[in-house]
């Protein structure tokens, strides 16, 4: 797959066709410049020894190469300017389009594509991964052009000047070419090793920081020491195995550029003093072949970049490539407007196959009731509420809203009538204000005001400085649990949709706020159709009617009363709570 | 989860940018870590001086080679010398293969030294400075900041010394040939000092706008990232979202591609020089070679010697970029090296053995910031005693556990345990005999049975299989995909937070520990397996000293006693019927719980 990922990234690049075109006649027309220069001096040097003994200086003629140096110069220095600067932008427009493209692609991916992933992989790919491919386009891949053009033109150059003296001089090349390809077969997989080994230890070491209260209680940090100098040793054992072969690599290639010269300097010498070479010849020659070093050192460096690179690429695409579970039908239709009625038909789902978390399960809300769903830890509560927006697709069986399948309906249309309010409250950087209007970012004033109101939290936002515009999250005000809740209320609200999912939005708060959220919560809910998962009594009491989950399936169905009157898993529940109190009671009593 | 409000105050500190501390000092303390490695530093010392002589040397056997072989038609000479520019490219062979692995040996070492005194003073840094810096910057010093300080600032600094060193010897080899052309081609050499230092300037304010971009970008991204489950329940976010994402994108192109232009101002500037400077020998020297005055040979070494002086100089300006911000990683880790732990441990610390279990806090005083949480806070606890707190948010609670298990020190009065004073125990000791669960349940990359055996390095399988089973908690090991070897991904994303939690409790409990923390243990457990749970931990607790914290009340029936807490303060105690019946802060909590059935209760106690 990686070469189709280089394959995949040159596409990006085709379609930038103005840039690499100036690019390439740019770095053609800075190569001519440079390669010029030591043409001119050729010319000079030979100028000035056949005034040797003459002493027939003549000051315009040397004034006039000299600035015929200048003006080359110059424009070499400009075009290569104007070289990087293109091949930055190339970089730069691929980058800009590749990311544009994964955060997209990235907004469509469905929950299941997030249960799989890292926060810290996914953000590398945008970051790291990205750096890697620009770099690459932007350095190693100009270079490599600006490498073979420059060998083309400096071998048709050194065999216009003396083809002898190419040829000796390229005794050494088959060397040099055997040296670079050694070390790169060396050096590659040392690298990768290195990166994998390198990704470990940030591992253990995010898990170490980031674990601190429960390393320090429980003492640790032997344990994490031990993994964390394994890492260590093996990071330093790596990377000096890299330095091994790279202190051998470079030298090497000076060392046989440096002989290649010698033999350069003594065969041309002969033929100087045979009067068969000119001393300027020469010396042109030599300058020619030292401007080879740079191209050579490039392709080893190409070597390794594009291992690099191909391993970034092949990472995006992966992204890129993986398709949502959750699609749009062809031919879905706009779900307009909405009572609010909630069916599933034998519905079965589960994160892993083969371990199915939802059985077979099949119910009926009304419009505007409110139903609570309970049962124990991992009996599959939060899941029902998941299916509905379609965040996953249920194995078998179906989801309807107002007598339409789910799948049958525009995904965005059919989320517009559902708010959501969940366990932990996610505020995003930005104003108090902004967070309310997150779904909905053009929302009048008066409008989230009025939310806030709502949601019982507009007091405390008055009584902060900035009011609405008071900045939250990362570097801002730290907001209580209580408080993300009423926010995210006072968010659901403005959207006022037509169905409410709340997942288990009371478990984090101390009794004293939960009241009050709750007060919240029953605004919120009034004349919608709403599912609450609960734990929580207080919570429950918001329902008209319950249903009982038990391991994947409703065993229980009714109001509260008629459920504790059966006998069954509700009661069994509701009671838990209390049951040791009653123990205790006994005992008191 | 609240953070401590001093905080915000760390926050702002971490700015990123120019080193607060003078550079020369930042520079003295990296260079003394280098001394450490006495033999490599005088190996690298010699082998870069001698590839530097050598390559100073070798335009002027250059010379010799034209002057005295070709120019004098003398193939003695030429092959002398041949041989000799060939020797000295081996020398420089073997000098530079010494001063690159030494360079790097170096670097390497630095690097896993500091990573090593990184970690060793992680251990002796106590919890109260974890968690005062966002965990994500002291994760940063560990990865990025050491490896720029070892790549940048170290190498680049020894790079630096090196090329300078160049640069002297190539203007001593010029004059050396002829000062007078030495002098008419340095006669430019303010242009030059000018043109490095704008560039640098320029340079360095322009990446700091590129480095504050892809910052944008990064957070951007890590809160799409984060919050995706929110964002995906409302579509109008997508349009939203992707627009200022592009934006920023934008903007990072923008910055970046003026980053080059700046950076790419620097080689067409030094070539005008350059052509300037070469101009000037050139028609100078070559008057000086017409009039015999020079030689053609020493005219060419001139020029190459000139070159030698350009390449090096360029490479300072570009350095001198990148260097203020490595200097700043390197503040930052000397500054994590120099914090100074407010938990220690005395030098005459003895091992304690809890042998009931009795704990004690007197007159203690404790705040992070102005604002105290503790004064003047007694507390006693019974050997063998289950002790809940509850209490509103900010009340303190997490704060006592951390005080207990000795996570902070208070500022005044004592921590005692047995009736020895903390502060004189090993803390290692005392944590192999104490154990917390905390609300935020941690979970490391691992099986599931990998990691309850954090809690007891040597457990069995078997003895963990027995610790499940007396929590009762087998049914919950056999849902999940493997078992006891299911693979928990980062940060147990997974599981479930009540499945979390559950396998905390299991580690904590798994030490025998004879005092035992439950911090929110079971918010997220759903009652019913709460309430077998706390059967379990009944029997399980028995001869331990636990201290509950509770939001939810139902979890204090354990408790022997409940403390209430409010601003530091105990404003009720007693067991939780004599809290019910005493009808105050406690008893009205309990009913906004539970609702009807508590005033049920509440009837039936009278």
Same mark, same amino acid.
């Given at each position: 797959?990686?070469?189709?990922?280089?394959?995949?990234?040159?596409?990006?690049?085709?379609?930038?066709?103005?840039?690499?075109?100036?690019?390439?006649?740019?770095?053609?027309?800075?190569?001519?410049?440079?390669? &010029?220069?030591?043409?001119?001096?050729?010319?000079?040097?030979?100028?000035?020894?056949?005034?040797?003994?003459?002493?027939?200086?003549?000051?315009?003629?040397?004034?006039?190469? @000299?600035?015929?140096?200048?003006?080359?110069?110059?424009?070499?220095?400009?075009?290569?300017?104007?070289?990087?600067?293109?091949?930055?932008?190339?970089?730069?427009?691929?980058?800009?389009?590749?990311?544009?493209?994964?955060?997209?692609?990235?907004?469509?991916?469905?929950?299941?594509?997030?249960?799989?992933?890292?926060?810290?992989?996914?953000?590398?790919?945008?970051?790291?991964?990205?750096?890697?491919?620009?770099?690459?386009?932007?350095?190693?891949?100009?270079?490599?052009?600006?490498? !073979?053009?420059?060998?083309?033109?400096?071998?048709? *150059?050194?065999?216009?000047?003396?083809?002898?003296?190419?040829?000796?001089?390229?005794?050494?090349?088959?060397?040099?070419?055997?040296?670079?390809?050694?070390?790169?077969?060396?050096?590659?997989?040392?690298?990768?090793?290195?990166?994998? +080994?390198?990704?470990?230890?940030?591992?253990?070491?995010?898990?170490?920081?980031?674990?601190?209260?429960?390393?320090?209680?429980?003492?640790?940090?032997?344990?994490?020491?031990?993994?964390?100098?394994?890492?260590?040793?093996?990071?330093?054992?790596?990377?000096?195995?890299?330095?091994?072969?790279?202190?051998?690599?470079?030298?090497?290639?000076?060392?046989?550029?440096?002989?290649?010269?010698?033999?350069?300097?003594?065969?041309?010498?002969?033929?100087?003093?045979?009067?068969?070479?000119?001393?300027?010849?020469?010396?042109?020659?030599?300058?020619?072949?030292?401007?080879?070093?740079?191209?050579?050192?490039?392709?080893?460096?190409?070597?390794?970049?594009?291992?690099?690179?191909?391993?970034?690429?092949?990472?995006?695409?992966?992204?890129?490539?993986?398709?949502?579970?959750?699609?749009?039908?062809?031919?879905?239709?706009?779900?307009?407007?909405?009572?609010?009625?909630?069916?599933?038909?034998?519905?079965?789902?589960?994160?892993?196959?083969?371990?199915?978390?939802?059985?077979?399960?099949?119910?009926?809300?009304?419009?505007?009731?409110?139903?609570?769903?309970?049962?124990?830890?991992?009996?599959?509560?939060?899941?029902?509420?998941?299916?509905?927006?379609?965040?996953?697709?249920?194995?078998?069986?179906?989801?309807?809203?107002?007598?339409?399948?789910?799948?049958?309906?525009?995904?965005?249309?059919?989320?517009?009538?559902?708010?959501?309010?969940?366990?932990?409250?996610?505020?995003f950087s930005g104003t108090i204000k902004d967070n309310i209007a997150y779904g909905k970012p053009n929302a009048k004033m008066e409008e989230i005001i009025e939310a806030a109101r709502i949601a019982g939290i507009h007091d405390f936002i008055s009584q902060l400085p900035q009011g609405y515009e008071t900045s939250v999250a990362e570097r801002g005000v730290t907001l209580s649990g209580g408080q993300r809740q009423r926010i995210a209320i006072a968010r659901a609200i403005l959207m006022n949709p037509k169905v409410l999912l709340l997942d288990d939005p009371t478990s984090n708060l101390d009794a004293e706020t939960e009241v009050r959220v709750v007060e919240a919560l029953k605004k919120l809910i009034e004349g919608k159709t709403a599912i609450i998962v609960t734990q929580r009594l207080?919570?429950?009491?918001?329902?008209?009617?319950?249903?009982?989950?038990?391991?994947?399936?409703?065993?229980?169905?009714?109001?509260?009363?008629?459920?504790?009157?059966?006998?069954?898993?509700?009661?069994?529940? %509701?009671?838990?709570?209390?049951?040791?109190?009653?123990?205790?009671?006994?005992?008191?009593? | 989860?609240?953070?401590?409000?001093?905080?915000?105050?760390?926050?702002?500190?971490?700015?990123?940018?120019?080193?607060?501390?003078?550079?020369?000092?930042?520079?003295?303390?990296?260079?003394?870590?280098?001394?450490?490695?006495?033999?490599?530093? @005088?190996?690298?010392? *010699?082998?870069?001086?001698?590839?530097?002589?050598?390559?100073?040397?070798?335009?002027?056997?250059?010379?010799?080679?034209?002057?005295?072989?070709?120019?004098?038609?003398?193939?003695?000479?030429?092959?002398?010398?041949?041989?000799?520019?060939?020797?000295?490219?081996?020398?420089?062979?073997?000098?530079?293969?010494?001063?690159?692995?030494?360079?790097?040996?170096?670097?390497?070492?630095?690097?896993?030294?500091?990573?090593?005194?990184?970690?060793?003073?992680?251990?002796?840094?106590?919890?109260?400075?974890?968690?005062?810096?966002?965990?994500?910057?002291?994760?940063?010093?560990?990865?990025?900041?050491?490896?720029? +300080?070892?790549?940048?600032?170290?190498?680049?600094?020894?790079?630096?010394?090196?090329?300078?060193?160049?640069?002297?010897?190539?203007?001593?080899?010029?004059?050396?040939?002829?000062?007078?052309?030495?002098?008419?081609?340095?006669?430019?050499?303010?242009?030059?000092?000018?043109?490095?230092?704008?560039?640098?300037?320029?340079?360095?304010?322009?990446y700091r706008v590129v480095r504050s971009k892809v910052g944008e970008l990064t957070s951007k991204v890590e809160e799409s990232v984060s919050g995706i489950r929110e964002a995906q329940s409302y579509s109008e976010r997508r349009r939203v979202d992707i627009e200022s994402f592009s934006r920023i994108g934008l903007e990072v192109m923008q910055a970046n591609i003026r980053a080059t232009k700046v950076i790419g101002l620097m080689n067409p500037l030094m070539n005008l020089i350059r052509g300037g400077a070469i101009a000037i020998i050139i028609v100078y020297g070559g008057y000086l070679v017409s009039t015999g005055e020079a030689t053609i040979g020493s005219l060419i070494a001139f020029y190459s010697y000139l070159e030698m002086f350009f390449g090096p100089v360029t490479m300072i300006?570009?350095? %001198?970029?990148?260097?203020?911000?490595?200097?700043?990683?390197?503040?930052?880790?000397?500054?994590?090296?120099?914090?100074?732990?407010?938990?220690?441990?005395?030098?005459?610390?003895?091992?304690?053995?809890?042998?009931?279990?009795? !704990?004690?806090?007197?007159?203690?005083?404790?705040? %992070?910031?102005?604002?105290?949480?503790?004064?003047?806070?007694?507390?006693?606890?019974?050997?063998?005693?289950?002790?809940?707190? +509850?209490?509103?948010?900010?009340?303190?609670?997490?704060?006592?556990?951390?005080?207990?298990?000795?996570? %902070?020190?208070?500022?005044?009065?004592?921590?005692?345990?047995?009736?020895?004073?903390?502060?004189?125990?090993?803390?290692?000791?005392?944590?192999?005999?104490?154990?917390?669960?905390?609300?935020?349940?941690?979970?490391?990359?691992?099986?599931?049975?990998?990691?309850?055996?954090?809690?007891?390095?040597?457990?069995?399988?078997? $003895?963990?299989? $027995?610790?499940?089973?007396?929590?009762?908690?087998?049914?919950?090991?056999?849902?999940?995909?493997?078992?006891?070897?299911?693979?928990?991904?980062?940060?147990?994303?997974?599981?479930?937070?009540?499945?979390?939690?559950?396998?905390?409790?299991?580690?904590?409990?798994?030490?025998?520990?004879?005092?035992?923390?439950?911090?929110?243990?079971?918010?997220?457990?759903?009652?019913?397996?709460?309430?077998?749970?706390?059967?379990?931990?009944?029997?399980? &607790?028995?001869?331990?000293?636990?201290?509950?914290?509770?939001?939810?009340?139902?979890?204090?029936?354990?408790?022997?006693?409940?403390?209430?807490?409010?601003?530091?303060?105990?404003?009720?105690?007693?067991?939780?019927?004599?809290?019910?019946?005493?009808?105050?802060?406690?008893?009205?909590?309990?009913?906004?719980?539970?609702?009807?059935?508590?005033?049920?209760?509440?009837?039936?106690?009278?």
């Amino acid at each position: 797959m990686s070469r189709g990922s280089i394959g995949r990234l040159f596409m990006y690049m085709a379609r930038e066709k103005r840039t690499l075109a100036s690019f390439l006649i740019v770095s053609i027309a800075g190569i001519a410049a440079g390669m &010029l220069v030591p043409w001119v001096v050729r010319d000079m040097v030979n100028y000035i020894i056949s005034l040797i003994g003459i002493g027939n200086f003549n000051l315009s003629i040397m004034i006039s190469y @000299a600035l015929a140096l200048i003006a080359l110069l110059v424009a070499s220095g400009f075009l290569e300017f104007l070289d990087r600067y293109l091949s930055e932008l190339l970089s730069q427009r691929v980058v800009f389009r590749l990311r544009i493209d994964l955060y997209s692609h990235l907004q469509d991916l469905s929950y299941g594509f997030y249960d799989r992933i890292d926060t810290g992989q996914i953000i590398l790919r945008t970051t790291g991964d990205m750096d890697t491919i620009g770099r690459f386009i932007g350095f190693s891949f100009s270079r490599l052009i600006h490498s !073979i053009l420059t060998l083309i033109i400096a071998v048709t *150059i050194l065999l216009t000047i003396n083809v002898e003296l190419t040829m000796i001089a390229f005794i050494i090349l088959p060397v040099l070419a055997v040296a670079v390809i050694f070390f790169n077969s060396k050096i590659a997989p040392i690298l990768e090793e290195q990166w994998t +080994v390198f990704s470990r230890f940030n591992t253990v070491v995010k898990e170490y920081i980031a674990g601190m209260r429960v390393v320090k209680a429980l003492g640790l940090e032997p344990i994490f020491r031990d993994n964390y100098m394994d890492k260590a040793d093996k990071v330093y054992n790596l990377r000096l195995s890299f330095a091994r072969f790279a202190s051998l690599m470079w030298p090497s290639i000076g060392l046989l550029s440096g002989v290649a010269s010698v033999l350069v300097y003594v065969y041309g010498g002969f033929r100087v003093i045979s009067h068969t070479l000119s001393l300027g010849d020469l010396i042109a020659f030599i300058t020619y072949l030292s401007m080879l070093n740079r191209p050579i050192v490039s392709f080893g460096f190409f070597i390794l970049n594009y291992k690099r690179a191909t391993v970034s690429a092949s990472k995006i695409f992966e992204v890129l490539d993986a398709e949502p579970e959750v699609k749009e039908e062809f031919g879905a239709t706009e779900l307009r407007e909405v009572k609010g009625a909630i069916e599933f038909r034998n519905v079965s789902f589960g994160y892993v196959e083969g371990k199915p978390v939802l059985k077979n399960i099949s119910f009926k809300i009304k419009p505007g009731e409110k139903v609570a769903i309970v049962g124990g830890t991992g009996s599959g509560k939060s899941t029902i509420l998941k299916l509905i927006p379609r965040f996953y697709d249920p194995w078998s069986g179906q989801v309807i809203v107002d007598g339409v399948d789910v799948r049958k309906v525009k995904i965005a249309s059919l989320r517009r009538h559902i708010g959501i309010v969940h366990q932990d409250v996610f505020i995003f950087s930005g104003t108090i204000k902004d967070n309310i209007a997150y779904g909905k970012p053009n929302a009048k004033m008066e409008e989230i005001i009025e939310a806030a109101r709502i949601a019982g939290i507009h007091d405390f936002i008055s009584q902060l400085p900035q009011g609405y515009e008071t900045s939250v999250a990362e570097r801002g005000v730290t907001l209580s649990g209580g408080q993300r809740q009423r926010i995210a209320i006072a968010r659901a609200i403005l959207m006022n949709p037509k169905v409410l999912l709340l997942d288990d939005p009371t478990s984090n708060l101390d009794a004293e706020t939960e009241v009050r959220v709750v007060e919240a919560l029953k605004k919120l809910i009034e004349g919608k159709t709403a599912i609450i998962v609960t734990q929580r009594l207080s919570t429950l009491k918001l329902a008209d009617r319950i249903l009982v989950l038990d391991r994947g399936e409703i065993v229980e169905d009714g109001t509260h009363e008629e459920l504790l009157s059966m006998g069954g898993v509700y009661t069994r529940l %509701y009671t838990s709570q209390f049951a040791h109190q009653e123990a205790l009671l006994v005992r008191e009593v | 989860m609240a953070h401590p409000p001093h905080i915000h105050r760390y926050m702002t500190m971490e700015e990123k940018g120019r080193p607060r501390e003078s550079t020369i000092k930042l520079i003295r303390r990296l260079l003394s870590f280098i001394a450490r490695y006495k033999l490599r530093v @005088a190996i690298l010392l *010699i082998s870069a001086s001698l590839s530097i002589i050598l390559n100073l040397y070798a335009p002027y056997i250059g010379r010799l080679l034209i002057d005295q072989g070709i120019m004098a038609a003398n193939v003695d000479n030429m092959v002398r010398y041949g041989v000799l520019l060939a020797s000295i490219a081996l020398a420089g062979w073997c000098a530079g293969v010494f001063r690159f692995y030494m360079l790097s040996w170096i670097t390497q070492r630095l690097l896993y030294d500091l990573r090593k005194l990184m970690f060793e003073k992680s251990v002796h840094l106590d919890y109260g400075y974890f968690s005062s810096v966002e965990p994500g910057q002291i994760i940063s010093r560990f990865t990025n900041d050491i490896d720029t +300080v070892g790549e940048t600032a170290t190498s680049g600094l020894l790079d630096t010394l090196f090329n300078s060193l160049t640069i002297i010897g190539a203007i001593v080899a010029m004059t050396s040939i002829n000062w007078k052309l030495t002098l008419a081609a340095f006669f430019m050499m303010p242009l030059i000092v000018l043109t490095v230092i704008t560039i640098a300037e320029k340079s360095r304010a322009a990446y700091r706008v590129v480095r504050s971009k892809v910052g944008e970008l990064t957070s951007k991204v890590e809160e799409s990232v984060s919050g995706i489950r929110e964002a995906q329940s409302y579509s109008e976010r997508r349009r939203v979202d992707i627009e200022s994402f592009s934006r920023i994108g934008l903007e990072v192109m923008q910055a970046n591609i003026r980053a080059t232009k700046v950076i790419g101002l620097m080689n067409p500037l030094m070539n005008l020089i350059r052509g300037g400077a070469i101009a000037i020998i050139i028609v100078y020297g070559g008057y000086l070679v017409s009039t015999g005055e020079a030689t053609i040979g020493s005219l060419i070494a001139f020029y190459s010697y000139l070159e030698m002086f350009f390449g090096p100089v360029t490479m300072i300006a570009l350095f %001198y970029n990148t260097f203020q911000s490595a200097l700043a990683a390197a503040e930052r880790i000397f500054g994590f090296i120099d914090a100074k732990p407010s938990v220690v441990e005395a030098s005459d610390a003895v091992d304690i053995e809890i042998e009931k279990g009795r !704990i004690s806090l007197e007159n203690v005083y404790f705040s %992070y910031s102005d604002t105290p949480v503790f004064e003047d806070f007694n507390l006693e606890i019974k050997p063998g005693e289950i002790l809940a707190v +509850v209490g509103p948010t900010g009340a303190g609670k997490t704060t006592l556990a951390n005080l207990i298990l000795r996570l %902070y020190d208070p500022q005044k009065g004592i921590v005692t345990i047995d009736g020895v004073d903390v502060r004189r125990v090993r803390i290692q000791s005392l944590r192999r005999q104490t154990a917390l669960v905390p609300q935020e349940p941690i979970l490391f990359e691992d099986t599931v049975i990998g990691n309850i055996r954090y809690g007891k390095q040597d457990a069995s399988d078997e $003895e963990i299989a $027995e610790a499940i089973r007396m929590l009762g908690l087998e049914e919950l090991i056999e849902r999940l995909p493997e078992g006891l070897n299911t693979r928990v991904t980062e940060g147990g994303v997974n599981l479930s937070v009540g499945q979390r939690q559950l396998i905390n409790i299991a580690r904590a409990l798994i030490r025998n520990p004879k005092i035992v923390v439950l911090d929110e243990a079971t918010s997220s457990v759903d009652p019913y397996t709460e309430s077998l749970l706390q059967r379990a931990l009944k029997k399980l &607790l028995e001869g331990r000293t636990c201290i509950i914290i509770a939001h939810r009340l139902s979890t204090t029936f354990l408790a022997d006693r409940v403390i209430v807490l409010d601003k530091g303060r105990i404003v009720e105690e007693g067991s939780h019927i004599e809290l019910l019946r005493k009808g105050g802060v406690y008893a009205k909590l309990y009913e906004a719980q539970l609702g009807e059935a508590a005033k049920a209760i509440r009837t039936v106690i009278g």
